[in-house]
């Protein structure tokens, strides 16, 4: 009885009885032209040994589990439903997409700015929106006091479980470097200093400055025999990412404006306070891509002052190293940390001005800049630079994030090398060669290297090409410079209007299976009336009086008294909306995430609220405002829907 179960004979009957059934159920009742050319493609089919399981007028649809009024959702569960429908990610329990596998791409639409109440009392300017895109979803926005990066970073990336034990970090064998400096007959006056230590051989960790290319990120450490000596320094479970493969580019790691000034950087020069500014390369010249730099001081009658520079690149080669005579007269050398002795100093005749000419040439505004909580070199060099890396901040302290990791423990603990012996004192060269390394660690191994969690951050766009589908950004270059790697198409866009027209483009492109793209002139609007104290004081107060209105009436003459660019802005971005639906073809999927509201009017009067600079004239606190408006500018909209 068994073998005839599974004879041959039987096997076959069924594969043909199940033929005819899927054609029956299949093939829809036409009539004239179109049964023929049913009959023709179906025969077509039959051929290639396959059946279109959908029909003719098969389409995907999206169905949400519960009423639009009745969902919340967060950011996590937009990019999750993303990885659903594109790649490996689990079903949503808040949504569910019809004949999934006909979704032909998804177009995921960042647009800031767009809060739930200014969706409902400007909701006139916005037809094209809600014919387009139906019903929006509640979406919970991070808090208005974040960075308002981290919108976009929750969209773009996600957390994993760590993948088991992670391989070990071996340091490579030192590769002797030619104490000659390659850049010291270009530099007068600059020596090499005491304590000159071989250097750690990295490969470059380059970024294509042409706009609109694929970037290579592939890395190896050494290709070397690794050393035998073995770290202790990984945590338990700590995700190994595979050889030659940076998760993230390395401007990912770079700190924005906002962290620069929480952290204490020099972002502004008054022009009179000595400070000088990295400029841009010169157009058709190589220039530094990544260095590291640390500074010794001493002190002196006014306190801290530099005494010592040193700038290696991300090879360990030595870029710069030079002693520096303070301004005023040296009190204490500070040996047992600085290195700086009497002897050292006693001929130096190098000054602070001198030094910043030499740096300034070899370190562009486009250069990575990297150090241990640089924030103090930068303003002992009076230099201003905006891409940093400070792996002070980019390895947490197992007490959480009010401390610091010290670089000679973060070392120790990854690199297994022993720096800042209090015998002899640092040596700026070899701080800056560990802070470089301990960099070019974490770039390689990912975000979450380090510390202490059981998740690891991963790269949504590196997921999604990792199953085949191609992705594409258009945006500003400062978020293409963080999120695009691997083959994704990053595609520099400086307007909305420029981001539509390259968008409108790319839907149509038939290798394309996800489109990023971010309309910001409503959030760009936001941040330029923050930065107009009368603008913004007069704007509270409207939302303040609306918010303590009672009657409709007032109500509804507060929230028409809206200026008449704001109206127009949100008029041009309901039109592109309906431009960009219209260029989608058949079966796309078209994601709206608004992510949040004013939240840069909020952070400012925050601001100006604890520094007690904002008046209501009747003296009362503005703290309960606050608090509404606050929450108004996180309760942000999502539109999910499918193009037929």
Same mark, same amino acid.
């Given at each position: 009885?068994?073998?005839?179960?599974?004879?041959?004979?039987?096997?076959?009957?069924?594969?043909?009885?199940?033929?005819?059934?899927?054609?029956?159920?299949?093939?829809?009742?036409?009539?004239?032209?179109?049964?023929?050319? +049913?009959?023709?493609?179906?025969?077509?089919?039959?051929?290639?040994?396959?059946?279109?399981?959908?029909?003719?007028?098969?389409?995907?649809?999206?169905?949400?589990?519960?009423?639009?009024?009745?969902?919340?959702?967060?950011?996590?569960?937009?990019?999750?439903?993303?990885?659903?429908?594109?790649?490996?990610?689990?079903?949503?329990?808040?949504?569910?997409?019809?004949?999934?596998?006909?979704?032909?791409?998804?177009?995921?639409?960042?647009?800031?700015?767009?809060?739930?109440?200014?969706?409902?009392?400007?909701?006139?300017?916005?037809?094209?929106?809600?014919?387009?895109?139906?019903?929006?979803?509640?979406?919970?926005?991070?808090?208005?006091?974040?960075?308002?990066?981290?919108?976009?970073?929750?969209?773009?990336?996600?957390?994993?479980?760590?993948?088991?034990?992670?391989?070990?970090?071996?340091?490579?064998?030192?590769?002797?470097?030619?104490?000659?400096?390659?850049?010291?007959?270009?530099?007068?006056?600059?020596?090499?200093?005491?304590?000159?230590?071989?250097?750690?051989?990295?490969?470059?960790?380059?970024?294509?400055?042409?706009?609109?290319?694929?970037?290579?990120?592939?890395?190896?450490?050494?290709?070397?025999?690794?050393?035998?000596?073995?770290?202790?320094?990984?945590?338990?479970?700590?995700?190994?990412?595979?050889?030659?493969?940076?998760?993230?580019?390395?401007?990912?790691?770079?700190?924005?404006?906002?962290?620069?000034?929480?952290?204490?950087?020099?972002?502004?020069?008054?022009?009179?306070?000595?400070?000088?500014?990295?400029?841009?390369?010169?157009?058709?010249?190589?220039?530094?891509?990544?260095?590291?730099?640390?500074?010794?001081?001493?002190?002196?009658?006014?306190?801290?002052?530099?005494?010592?520079?040193?700038?290696?690149?991300?090879?360990?080669?030595?870029?710069?190293?030079?002693?520096?005579?303070?301004?005023?007269?040296?009190?204490?050398?500070?040996?047992?940390?600085?290195?700086?002795?009497?002897?050292?100093?006693? +001929?130096?005749?190098?000054?602070?001005?001198?030094?910043?000419?030499?740096?300034?040439?070899?370190?562009?505004?486009?250069?990575?800049?990297?150090?241990?909580?640089?924030?103090?070199?930068?303003?002992?060099?009076?230099?201003?630079?905006?891409?940093?890396?400070?792996?002070?901040?980019?390895?947490?302290?197992?007490?959480?994030?009010?401390?610091?990791?010290?670089?000679?423990?973060?070392?120790?603990?990854?690199?297994?090398?022993?720096?800042?012996?209090?015998?002899?004192?640092?040596?700026?060269?070899?701080?800056?060669?560990?802070?470089?390394?301990?960099?070019?660690? %974490?770039?390689?191994?990912?975000?979450?290297?380090?510390?202490?969690?059981?998740?690891?951050?991963?790269?949504?766009?590196?997921?999604?090409?990792?199953?085949?589908?191609?992705?594409?950004?258009?945006?500003?270059?400062?978020?293409?410079?963080?999120?695009?790697?691997?083959?994704?198409?990053?595609?520099?866009?400086?307007?909305?209007?420029?981001?539509?027209? %390259?968008?409108?483009?790319?839907?149509?492109?038939?290798?394309?299976?996800?489109?990023?793209?971010?309309?910001?002139?409503?959030?760009?609007?936001?941040?330029?009336?923050?930065?107009?104290?009368?603008?913004?004081?007069?704007?509270?107060?409207?939302?303040?009086?609306?918010?303590?209105?009672?009657?409709?009436?007032?109500?509804?003459?507060?929230?028409?008294?809206?200026?008449?660019?704001?109206?127009?802005?949100?008029?041009?971005?309901?039109?592109?909306?309906?431009?960009?639906?219209?260029?989608?073809?058949?079966?796309?999927?078209?994601?709206?995430?608004?992510?949040?509201?004013?939240?840069? +009017?909020?952070?400012?009067?925050?601001?100006?609220?604890?520094?007690?600079?904002?008046?209501?004239?009747?003296?009362?606190?503005?703290?309960?405002?606050?608090?509404?408006?606050?929450?108004?500018?996180?309760?942000?909209?999502?539109?999910?829907?499918?193009?037929?």
């Amino acid at each position: 009885m068994l073998k005839w179960l599974h004879s041959p004979l039987l096997l076959s009957v069924q594969r043909h009885i199940r033929r005819i059934n899927l054609s029956n159920m299949m093939s829809p009742v036409l009539n004239g032209s179109n049964q023929a050319q +049913s009959q023709e493609n179906s025969g077509k089919a039959a051929k290639e040994g396959f059946f279109d399981v959908y029909g003719p007028d098969g389409r995907a649809e999206v169905i949400l589990k519960t009423p639009e009024s009745k969902t919340r959702i967060r950011l996590e569960d937009i990019q999750g439903l993303v990885r659903w429908v594109l790649a490996d990610g689990t079903m949503p329990n808040w949504v569910f997409v019809k004949n999934k596998p006909l979704v032909s791409k998804l177009v995921l639409l960042y647009m800031p700015g767009l809060d739930a109440a200014v969706y409902m009392s400007q909701s006139s300017l916005l037809r094209n929106l809600s014919t387009c895109c139906g019903t929006p979803l509640a979406l919970l926005a991070l808090s208005s006091v974040a960075d308002s990066t981290q919108t976009i970073e929750a969209l773009l990336t996600f957390k994993s479980r760590k993948r088991g034990r992670g391989m070990p970090f071996v340091t490579p064998p030192c590769q002797q470097h030619s104490l000659k400096n390659k850049y010291s007959s270009m530099l007068p006056g600059v020596g090499l200093g005491a304590g000159l230590q071989p250097g750690i051989k990295h490969p470059k960790l380059t970024e294509s400055d042409t706009p609109g290319v694929n970037r290579d990120e592939s890395t190896s450490l050494c290709n070397d025999t690794p050393g035998t000596g073995e770290s202790t320094g990984l945590m338990p479970g700590e995700a190994s990412v595979p050889e030659g493969e940076a998760p993230f580019p390395v401007s990912f790691y770079t700190l924005t404006r906002s962290q620069m000034l929480e952290h204490g950087y020099p972002v502004v020069s008054t022009g009179t306070d000595g400070y000088v500014e990295t400029l841009p390369a010169a157009s058709g010249l190589p220039f530094v891509d990544m260095a590291a730099i640390d500074c010794e001081m001493c002190y002196t009658e006014h306190g801290l002052e530099l005494t010592r520079v040193s700038l290696v690149d991300n090879e360990g080669m030595v870029l710069f190293d030079s002693l520096v005579r303070p301004s005023s007269a040296i009190i204490d050398y500070n040996t047992r940390f600085s290195g700086i002795t009497y002897e050292m100093m006693d +001929s130096v005749t190098t000054t602070l001005e001198d030094v910043q000419k030499e740096i300034v040439k070899l370190v562009s505004s486009e250069t990575i800049l990297v150090g241990h909580s640089l924030e103090s070199d930068l303003i002992a060099l009076k230099i201003i630079h905006k891409r940093v890396i400070d792996t002070a901040l980019m390895y947490q302290h197992p007490r959480g994030p009010l401390f610091k990791p010290a670089l000679r423990i973060l070392a120790s603990h990854f690199l297994q090398r022993r720096i800042q012996d209090w015998r002899i004192g640092h040596d700026s060269i070899e701080d800056a060669r560990a802070a470089m390394d301990l960099a070019l660690l %974490k770039i390689r191994k990912g975000p979450e290297f380090g510390n202490v969690s059981r998740f690891a951050k991963e790269n949504l766009l590196l997921l999604l090409n990792k199953h085949g589908q191609q992705c594409v950004l258009l945006d500003r270059w400062s978020i293409l410079q963080r999120y695009a790697v691997g083959s994704c198409h990053a595609i520099v866009c400086t307007s909305d209007d420029e981001v539509l027209l %390259k968008a409108k483009k790319e839907v149509n492109n038939c290798n394309r299976n996800f489109i990023w793209l971010q309309f910001s002139e409503l959030d760009s609007y936001y941040k330029r009336q923050a930065e107009n104290l009368d603008s913004l004081t007069t704007h509270a107060a409207q939302m303040a009086s609306l918010m303590t209105c009672n009657r409709a009436v007032e109500k509804f003459d507060a929230q028409r008294n809206v200026s008449a660019e704001f109206q127009n802005i949100l008029l041009q971005m309901d039109e592109r909306i309906k431009q960009l639906h219209s260029a989608l073809p058949s079966n796309t999927m078209l994601i709206v995430a608004s992510g949040h509201g004013d939240t840069a +009017s909020v952070r400012r009067l925050r601001k100006l609220s604890v520094d007690k600079l904002l008046d209501r004239g009747d003296h009362q606190s503005w703290a309960p405002f606050l608090e509404d408006i606050q929450a108004q500018a996180e309760t942000a909209l999502a539109f999910v829907c499918m193009k037929h």
